[in-house]
């Protein structure tokens, strides 16, 4: 059977693209919009040495595991060993500031980032998320000993109509979203990061479980990375749990409240109730105050029967209220940001436990 081409390459139609009504893979435009091309970069998991950005060439041992949540083949790229090239004086001439002379640190083996020595991932957010960076720093920095050596570099998708008012304006915004992913991307890609976490939820719930797929698909393609999506993070967190019956907050619009429970649905949960709080703008869901969420997940949420429930949109901060409300309700709260970075981490071989950070992170 013929290999399927990514969406990315196929013929699109002008038909409206929801996610719920008859969704097929191919479907979304992954296309990069006219003036924003660029040039993929992709790990090198092929040869046994490489050219480093630094013209030298050196050995290349990238190494792989399988997923613990995933079951997939979890590959981590070589970003050290022909790294860092310098000098150091051997010699000075009188009257100049500049040595007359010089010699070569030695490589060896080549050295880490001094900073993210033991894991640097790569994060894609749209420019209007001003939340996902912050939760993901103040979840490591709160337990910064244990999180040596891991860090972030983050990368924001150009979205220059931030309206979300209605479905239509959501739609919109996807395809905006679309149109500039691969460029974000390729920008991520020169940081040399060895995973990357789609720190945007939305499209990763969009067109189910087979929309999750693609959109993953999508990005390995591309980078040659594995991908913590925010709809399988939610997945694998609930399935740590037991739980069946859920009740969901978004910020979405009806739309992307019927993609959500098109996901979870087809994967087994039934979801109960979901309480989307159609903010305005993509901008507008870093305001909501906590108190908002708290009164609507203690009102409408805490149903009998539930088993947990989930937060989605990575804008809208809940890491500190789910921590609280967790052992006031005695329920699990799986807040987005929590469950990516999660994911991401264990994904990536990491299995540090994390407090101040909901059950999931203390407890799996």
């Known amino acids: 059977m013929a290999e399927q081409e990514p969406a990315s390459k196929r013929p699109k139609t002008d038909a409206v693209v929801d ?35 630094n013209g030298i060439v050196a050995k290349n041992r990238w190494r792989s595991h399988k997923g ?20 150091f004086p ?12 010089t010699g070569v640190f030695e490589l060896a083996d080549g050295f880490p980032d001094q900073n993210e020595f033991r894991m640097k991932f790569g994060v894609i957010i749209p420019s209007t998320n001003t939340t996902v960076e912050y939760d993901f720093w103040s979840m490591v920095m709160q337990n910064r000993e244990v999180c040596k050596g891991i860090g972030f570099h983050v990368s924001g998708i150009l979205i220059d109509s931030p309206k979300l008012a209605t479905d239509e304006d959501m739609l919109n915004f996807l395809t ?22 789609m720190g945007m939820s939305l499209e990763t719930f969009f067109g189910g479980w087979e929309g999750n797929k693609e959109f993953k698909q999508e990005l390995t393609d ?32 009806e739309i992307g409240d019927r993609n959500v429970v098109k996901f ?41 029967g539930v088993h947990a429930i989930v937060q989605c949109g990575t804008n809208l901060s809940m890491v500190g209220l789910a921590d609280r409300l967790e052992r006031e309700l005695n329920i699990p709260i799986i807040a987005i940001n929590v469950a990516c970075l999660w994911f991401g981490m264990r994904e990536a071989g990491i299995d540090t436990k994390l407090q101040g950070c909901t059950r999931l992170f203390r407890e799996f």
């Open 19 to 53: 996610g719920v009504t008859g969704f097929e893979k191919g479907q979304r435009d992954f296309t990069a919009a006219k003036g924003a091309e660029s040039k993929a970069i992709k790990a090198d998991f092929e040869n046994d040495t490489k050219e480093y950005t």
């Open 68 to 87: 613990p949540l995933t079951g997939e083949l979890v590959r981590i790229p070589d970003v050290d060993s022909g790294y860092p090239k310098g000098v």
């Open 90 to 101: 051997t010699e000075w001439e009188e009257g100049s500031a500049l040595p007359k002379t």
């Open 176 to 197: 905006m979203f679309r149109k500039q992913l691969f460029t974000t991307v390729d920008r991520l890609m020169t940081a040399e990061p060895q995973y990357i976490i």
């Open 222 to 253: 591309r980078t040659g990375l594995n991908i913590a999506t925010g709809a399988e993070a939610c997945k694998a967190s609930l399935e740590k749990f037991g739980a069946k019956r859920i009740t969901v907050i978004t910020p979405y619009q």
């Open 264 to 304: 979870f649905t087809e994967i087994g949960f039934e979801v109960v109730r979901i309480a989307g709080l159609k903010c305005g703008s993509a901008t507008d869901i870093a305001h909501v105050p906590e108190a908002w969420c708290e009164k609507v997940i203690k009102e409408n949420l805490v149903t009998p």
